[in-house]
């Protein structure tokens, strides 16, 4: 097992290993004195793991609930919020007691952010199920459920108590999110660490999932704990991400956000080099990569549709959008343009 400490102004540990979870009950009780433990999940995850991870906090001591709600991002709302708040409430949790985010992201951010506003905080713990959950959503401290007007417009950061990561979980995730996940781990090899790069193009990650979950934690670690509020460094976690907002936009959502990133990744060092700021090897091995993880490397939409799908960006500022760019294979940049200069880049990324 591995673990990687995060230093926020709130540290935790984010213990990665493979089969952990049985025992996941003792390893809570090391930083949480056993009391009542709220798992929120949704209903797939519930039925696949709610059982065995309720019996384990409760042979380590702890008293616990469950409260399930229907899975997908249409649940992560206000609406959920607020049943999972009463919920707590019914359960009659205190200030001293637990909320467990058993989960993909969408619990994840849910329940992250019930914990962040229950009797005005409380504390929780992160068990992600799903790869992106793993190397992304659970570290970090980003909390939020959506609005009408957009994706995580509600939300607060919040940081948990721990985090535990079991790729043994991954056995039963669909190949769709399993790609979401590599989409992530392709963009952190990319824009901060070549050699993930150079292990997910050899294959590593069929080999050595733990290692790599482990990497991608400790990257997101390096990021998150020099820029905790995200003002600064920690934009650069949105590589390709501009792009990729808009193909998921321009898809009406069926090419999902991890998928996204990886083509939105690509359709930008593509015109970085076709603009001669990037050397062609570069995007080889990216395109080498994205083949090997079978992850598409080209988008069909056109770079207008795609530039007018930007304009909904959060990022934009008035009149100008920052791009997060490579600038070698293992390295990224913030690079301010303009809205109108975006459908002439995009045409160079295609
Ligand atoms: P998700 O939480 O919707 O999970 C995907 C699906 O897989 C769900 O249907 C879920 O029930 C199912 N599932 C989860 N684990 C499973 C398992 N082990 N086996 C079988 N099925 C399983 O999606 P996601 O991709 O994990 O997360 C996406 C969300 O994460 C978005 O809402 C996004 O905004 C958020 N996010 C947050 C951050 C952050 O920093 N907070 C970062 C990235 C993404
Ligand atoms: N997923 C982006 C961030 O945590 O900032």
């Given amino acids: 097992m591995q673990t990687i400490s995060i230093r926020t102004g709130h540290p935790y540990e984010v213990l990665v290993g493979r089969s952990i979870l049985p ?43 469950r409260i399930v709600f229907p899975h997908g991002e249409a649940s992560k709302n206000l609406q959920t919020l607020a049943q999972v708040l009463e919920s707590l409430a019914q359960a009659g949790l205190t200030r001293s007691d637990l909320i467990v985010a058993l989960g993909g992201g969408v619990v994840g951010d849910l329940a992250g952010f019930a914990a962040a506003v229950y009797l005005r905080g409380i504390r929780f713990v992160q068990i992600p199920t799903t790869l992106l959950a793993m190397i992304d959503s659970s570290v970090g401290g980003k909390t939020a459920v959506d609005l009408e007007a957009g994706k995580n417009l509600a939300g607060a950061f919040w940081q948990p108590e721990l985090v535990l990561c079991d790729t043994a979980l991954l056995s039963t995730l669909p190949l769709n999110y399993r790609l979401d996940g590599l989409g992530e781990m392709i963009k952190y090899g990319m824009g901060f660490d070549a050699s993930l790069l150079s292990m997910l193009r050899s294959g590593e990650w069929e080999r050595d999932p733990e290692a790599l979950v482990a990497r991608c934690v400790a990257i997101k670690e390096a990021v998150v704990s020099a820029d905790e509020r995200d003002n600064a460094v920690r934009q ?75 304009m909904h960006d959060k990022k934009r500022r008035g009149n100008r959008i920052t791009l997060i760019l490579p600038d070698a294979v293992g390295s990224c940049r913030l690079s301010p343009i303009a809205v109108e200069e975006l459908e002439s880049f995009f045409a160079d990324g295609l």
């Fill in 236 to 310: 650069k976690l949105n590589l390709g991400h501009t792009a990729a907002h808009a193909i998921e936009r321009c898809s009406g959502f069926s090419i999902t956000h991890g998928r996204a990133v990886a083509t939105g990744t690509a359709l930008v060092t593509r015109a970085c080099v076709r603009r001669g700021e990037l050397p062609a090897e570069a995007l080889a091995l990216l395109e080498e990569t994205l083949d090997r993880c079978g992850l598409e490397k080209r988008c069909h939409f056109s770079a207008a549709a795609l530039a007018q799908a930007a």
């Fill in 23 to 65: 025992e996941c009950g003792a390893a809570v009780a090391k930083v949480v004195a056993p009391c009542a433990a709220a798992i929120v999940t949704d209903d797939t995850v519930d039925a696949l793991y709610g059982a065995s991870i309720e019996a384990s906090l409760r042979r380590a001591g702890f008293s616990v609930s």
